[in-house]
C-alpha cells in the first residue's frame, strides 16, 4: 500500500488536480486506478522533512490497495463505512491504524508499526487488528 503526499505548487495544472477529484468520487476500477496514479505521479513530492503536519486523523479519498479488488467500493466507503487513518509519526518512526467506522462504537481499526525503508518509502508491519461491535471488543489474528 503507498501513502502519497503532496505539496501542490502553481506549476501542477488546475484541470488535473479537476480530474482527479472526479476519478477519486467514482466507483474502484483498473482503469481509474491507472489514471489517478498517473496524476498522483506527476504531482511534485513533498520534502521528506514533513514533521508533524503529517501527525492526526486523515480521511481515506482513495485507495490504490481496493481499486482492482473491489469494484462496488467508493473510495469514502471501501468497506462500507468512513474510511480514516490515524497517523502519530516521528522522523518517520511511529504508528499507523486505519479505521473503518459504520456507526458511533461500530468499527474495525487495523494498526501497523512504522519505519524508514530508505528513501520516499515506508515499511508498515501490520500488528493489530480489532473489531469494535457497540462496544464489545473482539481481536482479530
Known amino acids: 500500500m503507498m501513502l502519497v503526499l503532496c ?5 501542477f495544472s488546475p484541470p488535473s488536480l479537476g480530474k482527479l477529484a472526479s476519478l477519486m468520487e467514482q466507483r474502484q476500477s483498473s ?18 522533512s514533513v514533521g508533524d503536519a503529517i501527525n492526526g486523523r486523515w480521511k481515506l479519498r482513495w485507495s490504490s490497495q481496493t481499486a482492482d479488488v ?3 467500493a467508493t473510495p469514502d ?8 487513518q ?9 504508528r499507523l491504524d486505519n479505521i473503518v467506522e459504520w456507526a458511533e462504537d461500530w ?3 487495523g494498526g501497523a ?4 525503508a530508505g528513501g520516499p518509502r515506508s515499511t508498515l508491519s501490520v500488528d ?5 461491535l457497540g462496544g464489545a471488543l473482539t481481536n482479530v489474528h
Open 7 to 11: 505539496s501542490l505548487t502553481p506549476s
Open 31 to 48: 482503469a481509474n486506478r491507472a489514471a489517478i496514479e498517473e496524476i498522483i505521479g506527476a504531482l511534485p513530492a513533498m520534502s521528506s
Open 70 to 72: 473491489n469494484p462496488l
Open 77 to 84: 466507503s471501501v468497506l462500507g463505512g468512513c474510511c480514516y
Open 86 to 94: 490515524d497517523i502519530e509519526l516521528d522522523d518517520g518512526v511511529g
Open 107 to 109: 468499527r474495525l481499526v
Open 113 to 116: 508499526a512504522v519505519a524508514p
Open 128 to 132: 493489530s487488528a480489532v473489531f469494535e
